[in-house]
């Protein structure tokens, strides 16, 4: 079992920046690949970005591609989301996370339903 909990979202003025942030307690991070995924009032939850393990391997929705990258590090049990050149289509619930491995392998994945534990989620809010 492993607890998530989401922080740094917040109001931003279009093409400014956010780093959010996915804490994690009561499990081993390091056996967890992590991702973040969103979701807009009356809309599914879409995928943003997954990152391995390890850290060496990462992938993102074409949408955010070149503007956000995650990372985590492991020593802290803390994953990010560094969001840059915001955009009011942007504006969702973010939330963070994870799904155990046993295997060392450099897995990512992109389909909620292949996660185990899930965030409360934040708010971020792109104006104008």
């Known amino acids: 079992q492993v607890q998530l909990v989401e922080s740094g979202g917040g109001l931003v003025q279009a093409g400014g920046s956010l780093r959010l942030s996915c804490a994690a307690s009561g499990g081993t991070f390091s056996t967890y690949a992590m991702g973040w995924f969103r979701q807009a009032p009356g809309k599914e939850r879409a995928f943003v970005a997954g990152i391995s393990r390890a850290g060496d391997r990462t992938y993102y929705s074409d949408s955010v591609k070149g503007r956000f990258t995650i990372s985590r590090d492991n020593a802290k049990n803390t994953g990010y989301l560094q969001m840059n050149s915001l955009k009011p289509e942007d504006t969702a619930v973010y939330y963070c996370?994870?799904?155990?491995?046993?295997?060392?392998?450099?897995?990512?994945?992109?389909?909620?339903?292949?996660?185990?534990?899930w965030g409360q989620g934040t708010q971020v809010t792109v104006s104008s």
């Open positions: 996370a994870a799904r155990s491995i046993y295997s060392g392998m450099s897995y990512v994945y992109t389909g909620a339903k292949e996660y185990n534990y």
